[in-house]
């Protein structure tokens, strides 16, 4: 009785209320290190550029300061770890 109370009220506000799907959530380490470009691609920085840098090289430490981008194998796991990038 109560069920079939319930979805009728729910039909009379909205249709939606009953067919919609549950919400896809983003994976929180992913959102943390990678921004979505207009592209469709994604950057992160380079780890390791702030810690111990004694001992490292001066052109290394110009690679690790760069902007990575994601390759064409990383894109699509990357979309389906964040939907709403």
Not at 12 to 37: D, E, M, N, Q, V
């Given at each position: ?39 469709g691609k994604f950057k992160r920085a380079h780890a390791a550029h702030s810690h ?34």
């Open positions: 009785m109560f069920l079939s109370r319930l979805a009728t009220t729910a039909k009379l506000f909205s249709t939606s209320a009953i067919a919609s799907f549950p919400k896809l959530k983003t994976h929180s380490g992913t959102k943390k290190r990678w921004r979505a470009l207009s592209n111990l840098n004694v001992t490292k090289r001066p052109g290394r430490k110009n690679a690790l300061c760069q902007t990575a981008y994601s390759s064409g194998a990383q894109t699509p796991t990357l979309k389906k770890l964040m939907p709403y990038a």
